[in-house]
């Protein structure tokens, strides 16, 4: 006798909903950039805060940031001046507020971003001379010397 309830639904689904989770899928590919506002200069920034907001001005995923998200960064950026002077009851705003910005692999993971690898740079090689048939370079070099 078969079980209660609906019955369970075909595999079908499956591929779709990938499919749906990969359309939503970013990746964003490093170029060298850096962007994003300066930290401002009337606040005496801890060196770790002027650390962590160089590496989140040049992360891949900043080519992203819209004015907003840089104005919400610097508000982390308060937060995390505060923790680095000795507030540890910032901690887990801090831990929420960077999450949002992918900084570790899993925040990437959950925000179904990822780092893609540049493309080398392709050089560009003249195009080879093929050699010519001993013939034609032999008929020449005895037309060249039939001239003298």
């Known amino acids: 006798m ?3 309830g609906p019955a ?3 595999t079908r689904s ?4 990938q499919r749906r989770a990969d359309e939503r899928a970013v990746t964003v590919v490093p ?3 850096i962007r994003g506002p300066e930290l401002p200069d009337d ?3 801890p060196a770790q805060t002027r650390s962590w907001w160089e590496s989140m001005r040049s992360t891949p995923q900043a080519q992203t940031y819209t004015d907003a998200d840089w104005s919400f ?5 308060v937060l995390h001046a ?6 540890r009851k910032v901690a887990a ?3 929420l507020r960077v999450a949002k910005f992918g900084v570790t692999p899993e925040d990437r993971a959950r925000l179904r971003i990822s780092i893609g690898t540049p493309t080398p740079v392709q050089a560009v090689t003249p195009p080879r001379l093929q050699p010519k048939k001993a013939a034609e370079r032999k008929g020449r070099l005895l037309k060249a010397v039939g001239d003298e």
Do not use: Y
Not at 73 to 77: F, I, N, S
């Open 2 to 4: 078969a079980g209660r």
């Open 8 to 10: 369970p639904t075909g």
């Open 14 to 17: 499956r591929p779709r909903d």
């Open 31 to 33: 170029d060298g950039e």
């Open 43 to 45: 606040f005496e920034w």
């Open 73 to 77: 960064l610097l508000d982390t950026a």
């Open 82 to 87: 505060d923790f680095w002077l000795g507030d």
């Open 93 to 95: 705003e801090l831990r």
